[in-house]
């Protein structure tokens, strides 16, 4: 089993930067691909970006490129994403998320593993 805790949430003016990390403790060997999704009230939820442990990264497409990035110390198996020029569009809860496989899928049906997510409300 893999516990995932997630931080750094919380309110940004827009324009502003926040950095998210996504702590997995338990069996972390088994860990390969983490990743990040948002979901906004009433919408779906999205892929943000995901990130393999060896790098291979996933970013998605047109509204957080450019702005987000994604980045991962294998050695604590944290993950984090730092986004800056944040708009108010970005408010949602961010998840974690981990699994086995070797590649940053965009699917959650690939990912095992879920953090209860973190807020993050960006303010015009």
């Known amino acids: 089993q893999v516990h995932l805790v997630e931080s750094g949430g919380g309110l940004a003016q827009a324009g502003g930067s926040l950095r998210l990390s996504c702590a997995a403790s338990g069996s972390i060997s088994s860990i390969n691909a983490m990743g990040w999704y948002r979901q906004a009230p009433g919408k779906q939820r999205e892929l943000v970006a995901a990130?393999?442990?060896?790098?291979?990264?996933?970013v998605a497409a047109d509204f957080v490129k450019g702005r987000f990035t994604i980045s991962r110390d294998n050695a604590k198996t944290t993950v984090y994403l730092h986004m800056n020029s944040l708009k108010p569009e970005d408010t949602a809860v961010y998840y974690c998320?981990?699994?086995?496989?070797?590649?940053?899928?965009?699917?959650?049906?690939?990912?095992?593993?879920w953090g209860q997510g973190t807020q993050v409300t960006v303010s015009s």
């Open positions: 998320a981990a699994g086995s496989l070797n590649w940053p899928s965009s699917s959650q049906r690939d990912y095992d593993y």
């Open positions: 990130i393999t442990s060896g790098g291979a990264t996933n």
